[in-house]
């Protein structure tokens, strides 16, 4: 999913070619993707865009009228720009034409594509900035936010670092893939508890937040070269940890680890993050339950419960 970095990459290219460019036809070929019906999709068509902002993971496109045109590219949507017309590939297509002076790079297609058969990415049609707030899980926006307000969010409930800091509600546009390159660089481990961590640990953690964030988008703008981003992907060789399973580590080349849950993993240094233990990996508990009960079934429940203590 594109994260903190890509999206401000996709914000900055979209303000270069789109402001105040007019929106003059778009086509939508996905009926799936547009969640809501009022105000309608197709009435925004004649409108100027007044403004372009990110909404921790999703990009929000403002028009003259005071309508918000709101994509939520998910795990697998990508935005696109180019001069000639997409083909059936692309799940909408909005077609900008240069508005008085502006210069021809503003004549274009944006659209979207999403790949694989699950179709989860999202157009909201939103009116004015209540209609905003209704779709913004309003994280703290980690990189212009000073440590005590990082502090007070972090530790207002009792969670694992990794779903505190992916969790939308509480910091904006951190996702599964930096979260765990800033908590390698923290060197904290995934599952440590928020309220249990000491002012120096809470410090290390607000610290690697802004450099991680800071560091990948300069990065990834060094390489967009002023081009529109392509190739956005949450796995990137010069990663630390993340999708780096079975790999040293570039820290202390120990073997990185991962925990792998519904369809994201973590991926985590056991020497520089959890004292060099290895944690369970769930879905590994999840298959090796499975198996058992199947046993329990075929040899009895007298000794199918004494297997499945020993082991759980």
């Known amino acids: 999913m594109p994260e903190y970095p890509d999206i401000t990459l996709y914000v900055e290219a979209l303000e270069q070619r789109i402001q105040a460019a007019t929106l003059d036809h778009l086509q939508l070929n996905s009926y799936f993707l547009l969640r809501t019906a009022v105000p309608k999709l197709e009435d925004q068509v004649g409108h100027q865009v007044v403004e372009i902002r990110r909404l921790g993971k999703r990009i929000a496109i403002g028009l003259n009228n005071g309508v918000w045109l709101v994509f939520h590219l998910m795990i697998a949507g990508r935005l ?6 997409p083909g059936k590939t692309a799940l909408i297509a909005l077609h900008f ?7 021809e790079e503003a004549d274009g297609y944006l659209f ?6 699950k179709k989860r990415a999202s157009l909201h049609v939103v009116e004015g900035e209540s209609g905003l707030n209704q779709i913004d899980p309003k994280g703290l926006e980690v990189m212009t936010a000073d440590h005590q307000s990082f502090q007070k969010v972090l530790q207002q409930n009792n969670h694992t670092l990794k779903r ?11 996702g599964n893939a930096y979260s765990d390159e800033i ?6 481990s995934p599952i440590a508890m928020t309220q249990k961590l000491d002012d120096s ?3 290390s953690l607000f610290d690697a937040v802004q450099f991680v964030l800071k560091d990948w988008t300069d990065r990834l703008r060094a390489e967009s070269n002023d081009e529109f981003p392509k190739g956005v992907t949450a796995f990137r060789p010069e990663m630390a940890v993340h999708g780096k399973f079975g790999q040293p580590c570039p820290v202390c080349e120990t073997e990185i680890q991962r925990i792998r ?23 590994l508990s999840r298959l090796l339950k499975k198996r058992l009960a199947k046993n329990h079934r075929a040899i009895g429940s007298y000794k199918g419960q004494q297997i499945i203590g020993r082991l759980f």
């Not at 034409?97 to 210069?103: L, M």
């Not at 979207?112 to 058969?117: C, R, V, W």
Request: hydrophobic content about 25%; overall charge positive.
């Open 183 to 188: 908590l390698h660089r923290a060197r904290l």
């Open 80 to 85: 696109h720009w180019q001069k000639k017309k």
């Open 112 to 117: 979207l594509t999403e790949a694989g058969k």
């Open 261 to 283: 849950y519904s369809t994201n993993e973590t991926n985590y240094c056991p020497r520089c993050q959890t004292e060099g233990k290895v944690l369970a990996d769930r879905s």
């Open 164 to 174: 505190s800091l992916t969790d939308p509600n509480y910091f904006s546009g951190i």
């Open 97 to 103: 034409a240069p508005t008085g002076s502006q210069s």
């Open 201 to 203: 640990q809470v410090e």
